[in-house]
Every structure is written in structure tokens, then in C-alpha cells.
């Protein structure tokens, strides 16, 4: 990232801004990029190309999202101010120049992955760069509702089912992904993406802890497929990775937490031990309001019984996820979806982005 720098293309949209009657300030709410606010040619920013918002099936924005916001990227430092601008990173100029064919005066979105979301137009174009200047101050968008962390036995997950559980988990609304080191995880030469091959030592989940530090060191692999899922979910949130952890380091956060629940096979129903545990104390979901709410998902071969004794000693409820037997990854978003759509029909809430 480059340093914060004033454009004089973005000194003219400001000017233009202020010529046209929107004055100097923020619009105060939801972004659009049908704003008429000036451009570097004195006139609006333009929405951006169609292609930005009607992709192919399963590439563009999910159901839901409203087709008249501009695209978003991710900027690690937004420009603080209007006026003041910034530079992409190379796969976000790209993205904006190839994939959605944007060109100066075009509208956007910079969304920092911890709440801060500005609009912005895009100043100048290059090959792999791109120059966007602030017409607006940035917004602060606060989480709202629980703060789902997604504990699952991912670490022998093949081919690309970690890759689809990570982008999926983001889109849904979890908080943070932590892969769960259990007895019964796969051994430290399986192929993961969360690793590189193993060649560790002989404990299988020491191996597996030190070769996943790989991918989920900062701006690594998947950090920035989260990154990706999350502009194009319209969050304003980035889905924490945290570090691979053993199951018995969690129990005190199992215990802490206002609900945790373990995917268990012949359990009660996941909504009806949801309603249960928001019934406990009298306070409702309103009471897990910016708490990390649990959800454990065993590996491949479950939890062994002495897992799941620790986890509800600690105060998990064991959820039932239906009749069939599901992948890690099934079993993971099914816990997911059910748990973010119980939490938002009781008024719960959601991820503060994009108006979702």
C-alpha cells in the first residue's frame, strides 16, 4: 500500500461535488453508485459497467444483495478523508481493469475487513494498478448480533473442500474459522489446503499445527479467499483464520461463551437447542449481542467419546443436523446457516455490511 496522497483528479470531484449542491459531507447512509457526485470531469461518477453486477450464475453477488451498489474492493488503509486517495493492490487493480472492466469516473467501494466501508471513484487506471479517491468520509460499521466462531476438524479436508468451507463460512456470516486438532484428524502427510505436505514429526497433530501456519499467516492463501468471498457477500467484515488449535485449549472459551453447540449424530434438533439456549437466563438471543457464540464440527470419523464428553462437560449442547450423515463441511455450514438465520429471525442481526 502506498501512502495516502491527494490527486488532483480528486481535488476536481470534490470541487464538482461541492459546485453540484452535495456539499462536502457523507451521504449519512447507504451507498449508490447512482450518488451525483461530481467526477474528475465535472460530471457524476459513473455506476459501474453491467458486468460489475449481473456475472454469471454462481460468480456473482448472492440473492439478496442489492444490484445498485457499487463492486467493493479490499484496501487494508482506507483514505481517510474525502478528497485523499489510494492505490489497489495488484489482484484488486486487476480485478477492477479485467473482471469488471471499470475505468476512471467509474463508482466502487473500499472495505477495509474490520467495518470501515467508503465510496469512492476510480482516478486512474493502469496495468496492475489503480488509483481511487474518496468522495465521502468513511463509515464505521459495527457488528451486530452474535459472533458465530466455526471450531471444525478441516485440517485433512482434500482437493478443495477446505477452500469451499472458507469462502462459504464467510458468506454466511461467521465470525472466525479455527481448525480444530483432534485425535482422530488426518495424519500430517494428507494433503490439506489449510498445509503444505507434511514432513513434520511423528504426532500427527503437532505436524498438522506447524505445517498450517502456512495458510493462515496474514495475507496468505486463504486469507484472501476470505477477503474475496467477503466483497463479494457484501460484508464489511472479514472472516477472522484463526490459528489451528487442540479441542481441550477451547473448553474455557466452550465454557464462557452464552451458547456453544457440538454437531452430534442423534442429537435434538439444532433449532430446537438453539431456542433452548437462548430460553436459558430469560435474556433471548439479544443476550449473545457481539459474544462468540461456538459451533464444534468433528473430522472425518467424528469426535471420539472422550471429545465429546469435554465439550458438553464444558456446556456444549449436542445438535442434531438432520438424519444423514454429512462431510466436515456440510455438517459445518448446516450448523452455520441454521444458527445465523435463528439469531437474525429473532432479531439478532448480522454482519453490519452492505446493508445485509
Known amino acids: 500500500m502506498l501512502p495516502l496522497a491527494r490527486s488532483r483528479a480528486c481535488g476536481r470531484s470534490l470541487w464538482s461535488l461541492s459546485r453540484g449542491g452535495g456539499g462536502g459531507g457523507g451521504r449519512g447512509g447507504g451507498s449508490s453508485a447512482r450518488r451525483t457526485a461530481g467526477s474528475s470531469s465535472g460530471t457524476p461518477p459513473r455506476a459501474a459497467p453491467a458486468a460489475a453486477h449481473s456475472a ?39 480485478h477492477a481493469a479485467r473482471a469488471l472492466r471499470l475505468r476512471p469516473g467509474d463508482a466502487l467501494e473500499l472495505c477495509d475487513g474490520r467495518g470501515g466501508v ?13 488509483t481511487v479517491c474518496a468522495l465521502e468520509p468513511p463509515r464505521a460499521l459495527s457488528w451486530r448480533g452474535p459472533r458465530f466462531v466455526l471450531a471444525a476438524g478441516c485440517l485433512g479436508l482434500p482437493g478443495g473442500r477446505a477452500d469451499w468451507l472458507v469462502e462459504k463460512a464467510t458468506e454466511l456470516g461467521a465470525a472466525s474459522l479455527v481448525p480444530l486438532i483432534t485425535d482422530r484428524s488426518q495424519s500430517g502427510s494428507a494433503r490439506s489446503k489449510f498445509r503444505t505436505r507434511g514432513k513434520g514429526p511423528a504426532d500427527a497433530a503437532a505436524a ?15 486469507e484472501r479467499l476470505a477477503a474475496a468471498a467477503m466483497k463479494q457477500a457484501q460484508r464489511a467484515h472479514a472472516l477472522e483464520l484463526r490459528a489451528p488449535a487442540a479441542l481441550r485449549e477451547l473448553l474455557p472459551a466452550v465454557a464462557a461463551a452464552p451458547v456453544a453447540l457440538v454437531a452430534a449424530g442423534g442429537a435434538p434438533p439444532v433449532l430446537r437447542q438453539l431456542e433452548a439456549a437462548a430460553a436459558r437466563g430469560g435474556g433471548g438471543v439479544e443476550a449473545w449481542d457481539g459474544r462468540e457464540c461456538w459451533l464444534f464440527i468433528g473430522p472425518e470419523g467424528d ?38 438465520a435463528f439469531a437474525d429471525g429473532a432479531g439478532g442481526g448480522g454482519d453490519g455490511g452492505g446493508g445485509v
Do not use: I, W
Not at 78 to 92: D, F, H, I, N, W
Open 56 to 94: 454469471a450464475p454462481g460468480e456473482g453477488r448472492y440473492a439478496g444483495a442489492d444490484p445498485s451498489q457499487p463492486p467493493r474492493f479490499y484496501a487494508p488503509e482506507l483514505p481517510p478523508a474525502p478528497g485523499r486517495s489510494v492505490q489497489l493492490g495488484a489482484e484488486e487493480a486487476r
Open 118 to 130: 467508503v465510496l469512492c471513484e476510480l482516478v486512474a487506471s493502469e496495468k496492475g494498478s489503480a
Open 208 to 222: 498438522e499445527a506447524e505445517a498450517a501456519a502456512a495458510d493462515f499467516r496474514p495475507a496468505g492463501r486463504l
Open 303 to 340: 469426535f471420539t467419546p472422550d471429545e465429546m464428553g469435554a465439550l458438553v462437560e464444558a456446556g456444549a449442547r449436542p445438535v442434531g443436523l438432520g438424519p444423514h450423515r454429512l462431510r466436515t463441511e456440510t455438517a459445518a455450514m448446516a450448523a452455520l446457516a441454521a444458527a445465523v
